[in-house]
């Protein structure tokens, strides 16, 4: 019987991901490992690929590839138990691996699917709620987890995004001729800078509420996006608690300054930035504004989001 499946985006990385999928293949398999390996060629192959192994009972689900490529393994698997997730970063931003210190070279993040030690980490869960905001009022709910729709749950390993860093996101994901990893980021949200309209928005969790225009809000379990900008830069992995990141309209001129100390978390001193923690948060918006996680669109408002403390196993060299 299989042990572990290896899950591949030949295409990630410029084609990176297919041979460093093939030598850590060779490497388990010669470690007297029985496995699969099998390569995505269209979306939502790894989501499926990942969950028919994981209730055939494969034990280890392994993503080789880029941020969207382990969104859809992590969906794939978050509902099922006993399942240990390997991580082979081969994509633009590696944030996931970064937070679990999966190195980038590949050697080295072979040996860590064969010599590391599984860990628990916390998993972000998104589901749409009922009641939609109309009108020119945002009315808040009495309950963070009231008028749950019987719709699909979506999980995220890193940062929920909205506003301006979900549709940089969703430019970055269109790539550029020109630029790639965090460049192809710092692109795009330069790009964005010049027709982006701050949207107005309810934000409620244990901080309390908050009703106005928002740059942006991101809500973390890692402390990065983008291939390296620290948005929440105190957030801890396996703590049960998001990190969010609010960041109120200010000039594109300051966004731009504020982009450059994204790099060491320096923006949280900003007077329009302030950052909270909570287990949960519903975001409510006028209208239907769509979130980002993982780099990957993931629901539209209203939600809330949930985190589920020690929600997933993965493999780290720590």
């Known amino acids: 019987m299989n042990n572990f499946i290896l899950i591949a985006n030949p295409v990630s990385g410029k084609g990176k991901a297919k041979s460093v999928a093939e030598q850590a293949h060779a490497a388990l398999t010669d470690a007297g490992q029985q496995g699969q390996l099998v390569f995505t060629s269209a979306a939502g192959d790894a989501k499926r690929f990942a969950h028919e ?22 969906n794939g698997i978050a509902t099922l138990p006993d399942v240990i997730l390997g991580v082979l970063p081969c994509g633009r931003g590696n944030d996931f691996a970064a937070a679990i210190g999966v190195p ?49 749950d979506n999980y995220f390993t890193t940062i929920a995004t909205c506003g301006y860093d979900a549709e940089v996101s969703r430019r970055a994901a269109k790539g550029t001729p020109v630029f790639a990893g965090t460049a192809s980021y710092a692109y795009a ?27 942006l809000a991101a809500t973390g379990i890692t402390n990065r996006y ?3 900008f620290k948005i929440v830069p105190d957030a801890r992995i396996n703590d049960g608690l998001f990190d969010v990141c609010i960041i109120r309209p200010v000039s594109e001129l300051t966004v731009l300054r504020l982009m450059v100390t994204l790099f060491w978390g320096g923006h949280v001193s900003h007077p329009a930035v302030s950052i909270h923690q909570t287990r949960a948060i519903t975001i409510k918006t006028e209208t239907p504004l769509l979130l980002y996680a993982d780099g990957e669109p993931m629901s539209e408002t209203p939600v809330t989001i949930e985190t589920i403390k020690h929600g997933l196993v993965v493999m780290s060299p720590h």
């Open 189 to 215: 949200a330069v790009e964005t800078l010049f027709y982006y309209d701050p949207p107005v928005v309810h934000l409620e969790g244990d901080f309390g509420t908050y009703d106005g225009e928002i740059l």
């Open 226 to 228: 983008g291939g390296g």
């Open 53 to 74: 192994a994981a209730a055939n009972g494969v034990q280890f689900i392994i993503a080789c590839g880029g941020d969207g490529t382990l969104h859809e393994v992590v």
């Open 104 to 152: 980038l070279k590949p050697e080295t993040a072979i040996a860590t699917l064969l010599s590391g030690t599984p860990i628990h980490v916390d998993l972000g869960r998104c589901y749409q709620i009922n009641r939609e905001l109309k009108g020119e009022a945002i009315e808040p709910e009495s309950s963070l987890t009231n008028n749950r729709q019987p719709t699909t």
